[in-house]
């Protein structure tokens, strides 16, 4: 019986590859929009970034999601992340 293939994705921030299941991933929709995709399915341009606080924090200051998603990333979709954060 074949091992089953783990998918791998890079954090936008620490450049680490990890199991797609230990990041968190951010699209930019068809139209324009910037939401957190926690199913991993939505359409558009997505960008995956580790579930810690220090990530998110540097990821807002370097704005490495605005970089990757070709937009600016509200600041409502950061306070969205940290609660993530705070839940797990």
Sequence with gaps: ???????????????????KRELIRIVRTPEGNVEIDLQGKKNGKGAYLKLSKEVILKAQKSKA????????????????????????
């Design 1 to 19: 019986m074949k091992a089953k293939k783990i998918p791998m994705r890079t954090c936008v921030v620490t450049k680490e590859k990890c199991e």
């Design 65 to 88: 999601l605005d970089r990757a998603l070709g937009v600016e990333v509200p600041l409502n979709i950061y306070d969205e992340l940290m609660k993530k954060v705070q839940e797990d």
